[in-house]
Nanobody, 128 residues
Framework: QVQLEESGGGLVQAGGSLRLSCAASTRTSLSRVNMGWFRQAPGKEREFVAVISRSDITAYADSVKDRFTISRDNAKNTVYLQMDSLKPEDTAVYYC?????????????????????WGQGTQVTVSS
């Protein structure tokens, strides 16, 4: 079992920044897990935000590209999401997720159903 815990959410004005952290408790190295961030706003489907693969390949949703940056520190068992130039449309609960099932040859997945482990989420609210 991989246990994940998000932190760093809060209330920020449009144009501001937040840095989310996801602390992982795993029996294996975090380097063996594809780590993703998803978000869900009220009445909306859970949507992909960003992923960093086992080999540190990154991918982003078009809506956050050039504003958000995902990174990992395997020695600290932590993944980060740096969010800059925040918009009210970014308001959502943000979830950290771990994917151990996607084959290495596929690099990573941006589909929520491929992720086995989820944190409880952290609220991000961006005001106008």
């Amino acid at each position: 079992q991989v246990q994940l815990e998000e932190s760093g959410g809060g209330l920020v004005q449009a144009g501001g920044s937040l840095r989310l952290s996801c602390a992982a408790s795993t029996r294996t190295s975090l380097s063996r897990v594809n780590m993703g961030w998803f978000r869900q706003a009220p009445g909306k489907e859970r949507e992909f935000v960003a992923v960093i693969s086992r080999s540190d390949i990154t991918a982003y949703a078009d809506s956050v590209k050039d504003r958000f940056t995902i990174s990992r520190d395997n020695a600290k068992n932590t993944v980060y999401l740096q969010m800059d130039s925040l918009k009210p449309e970014d308001t959502a609960v943000y979830y950290c997720a771990g994917d151990v099932r996607t084959p290495a040859s596929a690099y990573y997945s941006n589909e929520a159903f491929d992720y086995d482990y989820w944190g409880q989420g952290t609220q991000v609210t961006v005001s106008s």
